[in-house]
């Protein structure tokens, strides 16, 4: 069966400091990879997707990237982090484009 | 413009009964798929039920089903005989086909739902 992992669970950071978020997959291949901040009380905001390796689209103008080193790896990153990127980041993959994305277990991000 | 809608930020009800929650979409799309998911306070979201356009029955899983109305736009999803286990929140959320490479959703702003014992 497949399993999506996210870590860390919790995150504190200061402002202006770097911020690394991974994700993994296990028990599929070539997966569609996505993620998603979710602020508080609010739903959930499609930040990155990837259809492979090396292909990434962004959705929303930040100052965060992403990039997918292997077939079922995600990674969120930032060089210089915001109070305004605190929130909830959740992990999905899916086998394809029509298909429900499985979400992983979520980074709750906070930034002081 | 709002593409999904979901005009209820609370809802109460009674554990064993029936409860609806509302969604409204909007999309020009012939072909497009509609989901809901649950959010316990864990904060994982948990895949529930999926609606495509071109389906003629409601989709139904286990105790949950998904009212689908084409013409009025609206997927309503319907929990039967609550459970205190599914006080959560509750989010519809739409895929639109045409042009969407990578299958993109968009989520409403959810409800959350609480069952009295």
């Known amino acids: 069966s497949q399993t999506i992992h996210q870590w860390p669970a919790t995150l504190v950071q200061p402002v202006g400091s770097p911020l690394s978020l991974e994700c993994t997959v296990e028990?599929?291949?070539?997966?569609?990879l996505y993620w998603y901040r979710q602020a508080a009380g609010r739903g959930l905001q499609l930040l990155f997707y990837?259809?492979?390796?090396?292909?990434i689209s962004s959705e929303v103008p930040q100052n965060l990237s992403a990039s997918r080193p292997q077939d079922r790896q995600f990674i969120l990153s930032s060089k210089k982090l915001l109070l305004s990127d605190s929130g909830f980041y959740l992990c999905?993959?899916?086998?394809?484009?029509?298909?429900?994305?499985?979400f992983g277990p979520g980074t709750r991000l906070t930034v002081l | 413009a709002q593409k999904i809608t979901q005009t209820q930020p609370g809802m109460f009800v009674q554990e064993k009964e029936a409860v609806t929650l509302d969604c409204t979409y909007d999309?020009?799309?012939?072909?497009?798929?509609l989901f809901w998911y649950k959010q316990p306070s864990s904060g994982e979201m948990i895949f529930l039920i999926y609606?495509?356009?071109?389906?003629?029955q409601n989709a139904t899983e286990g105790r949950y089903s998904l009212n689908f109305q084409k013409a009025r736009k609206s997927a309503n999803l319907v929990i039967s005989a609550s459970q205190l286990g599914d006080s959560a929140m509750y989010f519809c959320?739409?895929?639109?086909?045409?042009?969407?490479?990578?299958?993109?959703?968009?989520f409403g702003q959810g409800t959350e739902l609480s069952v009295k014992p």
């Open positions: 999905a993959w899916s086998v394809r484009e029509s298909a429900e994305q499985f």
């Open positions: 028990g599929t291949s070539n997966p569609n």
């Open positions: 990837s259809v492979g390796i090396g292909q």
């Open positions: 999309t020009s799309d012939q072909s497009y798929g």
């Open positions: 609606q495509g356009s071109y389906d003629e």
């Open positions: 959320a739409m895929r639109e086909d045409f042009y969407n490479q990578g299958g993109k959703l968009i």
